[in-house]
């Protein structure tokens, strides 16, 4: 039976509700941060009615949106109040690419638009050499034939530039920023696009501007995988940078001992509630390598890895030494996996990376 042309077309003979009705009241259910309706956004979907039951599926920007609770109860409730709806079943999807550049031409995802996938590099506290596992584990994929990019996102200490030994800033075409390519990397870092020696205090909206600018303004061309070197701790700024990456998995990087250890602990659980993926942990300075025929030193005591790995059911992809070569190379600019890829730890490295590319597959 067809309805007539009020406003919420519900057949309130028999208190049905069609999906004329449903529209018609969803348009009041907006985008908190583009203010916009879902419905005209497209972010609603397959809407169909059943004996009073709707069904619909609900496109978000991305799957970790953090509003997808107050987004799905508010369409939950809108609907609940008319008449005839018995129940409402929301499938949760996510907008695709193309979908994401229309409507938002600025959309920090166009830059990554031909990167398949990204790995951010994230720790519980600062110091526990994230920032050298990401450049090593992002040598150690390139190594396997893969493009690689290597994005420096810290906005406590930049440090990728005097890693790596990259001097200069990138050049600019077209509005666009050319990555500085080194050891077969294309490389970013936050260091590059501000004044070397200004302190910056990173709040907020001026953290998510840079990154922005980092992922959407950088022509990173295509890549198998992205880098991405993400601030210690959970603070906001690690978080918002993780957020801001559709579909980025985490490689944890840990120290041994016990301290450290709860600092990790942290950062696993916020980033499981933000339902972001870890793909594992990497033990960083879990003993001190002495000559072949020494043993090897537990400085920072044992078992710190292997135990998060226990707790949180999370693959132990390597546990790294301690060793002079990596120390020297921070200062260097030139990583173990440059100076020696087929060492001990050299070995390590690709292990950890042949892990992370079958955790992929
Ligand atoms: N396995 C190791 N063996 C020897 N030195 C190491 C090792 N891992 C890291 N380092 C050294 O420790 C220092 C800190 O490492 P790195 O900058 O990678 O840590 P980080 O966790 O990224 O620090 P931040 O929290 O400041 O970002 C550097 O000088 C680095 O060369």
Same mark, same amino acid.
């Given at each position: 039976?067809?309805?007539?042309?009020?406003?919420?077309?519900?057949?309130?003979?028999?208190?049905?509700?069609?999906?004329?009705?449903?529209?018609?009241?969803?348009?009041?259910?907006?985008?908190?941060?583009?203010?916009?309706?879902?419905?005209?956004?497209?972010?609603?979907?397959?809407?169909?009615?059943?004996?009073?039951?709707?069904?619909?599926?609900?496109?978000?920007?991305?799957?970790?949106?953090?509003?997808?609770?107050?987004?799905?109860?508010?369409?939950?409730?809108?609907?609940?109040?008319?008449?005839?709806?018995?129940?409402?079943?929301?499938?949760?999807?996510?907008?695709?690419?193309?979908?994401?550049?229309?409507?938002?031409?600025?959309?920090?995802?166009?830059?990554?638009?031909?990167?398949?996938?990204?790995?951010?590099?994230?720790?519980?506290?600062?110091?526990?050499?994230?920032?050298?596992?990401?450049?090593?584990?992002?040598?150690?994929?390139?190594?396997?034939?893969?493009?690689?990019?290597?994005?420096?996102?810290?906005?406590?200490?930049?440090?990728?530039? #005097?890693? $790596?030994?990259?001097?200069? *800033?990138?050049?600019?075409?077209?509005?666009?920023?050319? %990555? !500085?390519?080194? =050891? @077969?990397?294309?490389?970013?870092?936050?260091?590059?696009?501000?004044?070397?020696?200004?302190?910056?205090?990173?709040?907020?909206?001026?953290?998510?501007?840079?990154?922005?600018?980092?992922?959407?303004?950088?022509?990173?061309?295509?890549?198998?995988?992205?880098?991405?070197?993400?601030?210690?701790?959970?603070?906001?700024?690690?978080?918002?940078?993780?957020?801001?990456?559709?579909?980025?998995?985490?490689?944890?990087?840990?120290?041994?001992?016990?301290?450290?250890?709860?600092?990790?602990?942290?950062?696993?659980?916020?980033?499981?509630?933000?339902?972001?993926?870890? #793909?594992? $942990?990497?033990?960083?300075? *879990?003993?001190?390598?002495?000559?072949?025929?020494?043993? %090897? !030193?537990?400085? =920072? @005591?044992?078992?710190?890895?292997?135990?998060?790995?226990?707790?949180?059911?999370?693959?132990?992809?390597?546990?790294?030494?301690?060793?002079?070569?990596?120390?020297?190379?921070?200062?260097?600019?030139?990583?173990?996996?440059?100076?020696?890829?087929?060492?001990?730890?050299?070995?390590?490295?690709?292990?950890?990376?042949?892990?992370?590319?079958?955790?992929?597959?």
């Amino acid at each position: 039976m067809e309805c007539g042309t009020g406003s919420w077309e519900i057949q309130r003979n028999d208190m049905a509700v069609n999906e004329r009705g449903i529209r018609e009241a969803l348009k009041v259910v907006l985008d908190p941060e583009l203010k916009k309706s879902l419905l005209d956004l497209g972010m609603i979907r397959d809407i169909s009615v059943e004996e009073g039951q709707v069904s619909l599926s609900l496109a978000l920007t991305t799957a970790k949106c953090p509003r997808k609770d107050d987004i799905v109860d508010e369409i939950k409730r809108v609907l609940g109040r008319l008449p005839g709806v018995s129940g409402v079943n929301i499938k949760l999807s996510t907008l695709n690419r193309e979908e994401l550049t229309q409507l938002f031409p600025k959309h920090p995802l166009v830059g990554l638009e031909k990167v398949r996938h990204v790995l951010a590099v994230a720790s519980g506290k600062g110091g526990v050499g994230k920032t050298t596992i990401a450049i090593n584990v992002a040598l150690a994929l390139a190594g396997k034939g893969l493009r690689i990019g290597l994005l420096d996102a810290d906005v406590y200490g930049p440090s990728v530039p #005097v890693m $790596l030994a990259i001097e200069g *800033s990138p050049e600019e075409e077209n509005k666009t920023i050319i %990555p !500085i390519e080194k =050891f @077969g990397l294309r490389v970013m870092s936050l260091g590059m696009i501000t004044e070397k020696g200004q302190p910056i205090v990173w709040r907020g909206p001026l953290v998510s501007k840079a990154i922005k600018q980092l992922l959407g303004e950088v022509m990173w061309g295509e890549l198998d995988y992205l880098v991405v070197d993400l601030p210690p701790g959970t603070g906001d700024p690690s978080i918002t940078i993780a957020q801001s990456i559709p579909n980025a998995s985490i490689l944890m990087v840990t120290t041994p001992q016990e301290v450290a250890l709860a600092d990790v602990r942290r950062a696993i659980d916020l980033f499981k509630k933000f339902e972001m993926g870890i #793909v594992g $942990l990497v033990e960083n300075m *879990s003993y001190f390598s002495q000559d072949s025929s020494g043993k %090897p !030193i537990a400085i =920072f @005591g044992r078992g710190g890895g292997e135990k998060l790995s226990r707790e949180f059911g999370l693959p132990l992809l390597g546990k790294i030494p301690i060793e002079l070569e990596i120390g020297k190379g921070g200062d260097s600019g030139i990583p173990l996996m440059i100076s020696s890829p087929n060492s001990e730890t050299g070995r390590i490295f690709q292990g950890i990376a042949e892990k992370i590319l079958s955790a992929a597959r």
